[in-house]
């Protein structure tokens, strides 16, 4: 038993040492220049000049969730297309109403405008 899993052990025992290596050989010779952009807290792409209360704008949010909601359901269709043979006609036709569903549902999404950055 211990066999068969005498890769994976080996593979995690040579990534972790690789990457320990890595990590103290960073250490011992990376540079060590600290200047006050480097100390600067540094979050999801904003700068630090902006205060907490900054607010974005609800097409943010709307396109944020909508790119989501179609992306996961998108994901959906993989393991169909990876055994479309085993489940045959019906999940074909189950695919295709679903594809043609999400499609309607991006083509309103697309006329009511909630695409439009503003």
């Given at each position: ?75 959906f269709l993989y393991p169909i297309a990876v055994e479309l ?19 309607v549902a991006f083509v309103y999404v697309w006329r009511r ?6």
């Amino acid at each position: 038993m211990l066999r068969s899993y005498l890769p994976a052990i080996v593979f995690l025992v040579l990534g972790g040492a690789v990457g320990g290596a890595f990590a103290v050989l960073n250490s011992v010779i990376g540079p060590r220049r600290a200047t006050p952009q480097k100390q600067d807290p540094y979050e999801c792409g904003l700068p630090s000049e902006i205060t907490r209360g900054m607010r974005f704008g609800i097409s943010f949010y709307l396109i944020a969730m909508l790119f989501i909601l179609f992306d996961i359901e998108v994901v959906f269709l993989y393991p169909i297309a990876v055994e479309l043979r085993a489940y045959g006609t019906f999940a074909l036709l189950e695919t295709i109403v679903f594809v043609v569903l999400l499609f309607v549902a991006f083509v309103y999404v697309w006329r009511r405008g909630a695409l439009e950055w503003k």
